[in-house]
């Protein structure tokens, strides 16, 4: 059977935001040989995001897209879905988050990776892990509904840092000094672990160094959603310079 060129190992179609900037160079720099990532864009404005009014009206908008955005991404015939957000993923808890991957799972005729699945596979794979601290880029809003999963998974939140950025591209802006400071308010002897989610923060590579320096785990939501993707696709190739989760798991 014909193969690509690129691809022979894996196509994989990756959903974003059209604002997002981040999550496709963190996957590209994860990408093992033979594997190619294909984005296909969700259609949003860079409109403010100043109070819980606002991030709803981001929901809004992203929900109203994403079905054109993967119709748009099935056309290159990947073999699997990457979902490139995490927000939504999160959205109503554990039965949310599986309401959510049926109906993109049913749309697309294939298995997705996103974020809510890929943060609790990743943090069970460290070991006993049960009190968190958790950074977002969020307002409340999202920050409750991503409280209410890890808590529905069997977690408990002991800290929750919402950077609330000001807009979806503002998300990207935030500097490695802003993210380093909310890692260490999150930390404590009391914590297990430390996970980012929101894929258009750049915390890869801080995470790994942080997860070095803390002895804990420090897990980026992008790189927990590209192992996923890799892992649940037979793709065991050690990838240095992400942290554990890639290089060990």
């Not at 500097?175 to 430390?194: C, F, T, W």
């Amino acid at each position: 059977m014909a193969v690509d060129a690129l691809g022979w190992r894996m196509k994989f179609g990756v959903i974003a935001p059209s604002t997002n900037t981040i999550v496709q160079p963190d996957f590209d720099d994860m990408r093992p040989r033979g594997v190619t990532n294909h984005f296909s864009r969700i259609h949003i404005p860079n409109n403010p995001l100043n109070s819980d009014a606002d991030f709803e009206q981001l929901m809004v908008n992203i929900r109203r897209e994403l079905a054109a955005a993967v119709d748009r991404v099935v056309t290159c015939e990947p073999g699997y879905i990457i979902m490139g957000m995490s927000s939504e993923t999160f959205w109503d808890g554990v039965e949310g988050s599986v309401r959510f991957r049926e109906r993109v799972e049913g749309q697309a005729g294939l298995r997705i990776s996103m974020g809510s699945d890929a943060s609790q596979e990743a943090l069970r794979r460290y070991g006993d892990i049960k009190r968190l601290g958790v950074i977002t880029p969020y307002m409340p809003v999202g920050d409750g509904n991503v409280r209410k999963f890890f808590e529905d998974a069997g977690f408990e939140v002991a800290r929750l840092k919402g950077l609330r950025c000001a807009s979806p591209i503002a998300i990207a802006e935030v500097p490695e000094s802003v993210l380093r400071a909310a890692i260490m308010e999150v930390n404590g002897d009391d914590i297990d672990a430390i996970i980012q989610v929101g894929t258009n923060l750049s915390m890869a590579r801080l995470a790994a160094s942080a997860e070095e320096f803390l002895g804990k785990p420090v897990i980026a939501i992008n790189t927990a959603t590209y192992w996923h993707a890799l892992r649940n696709n037979g793709i065991d190739d050690k990838i240095e310079g992400f942290g554990r989760l890639l290089s060990e798991f």
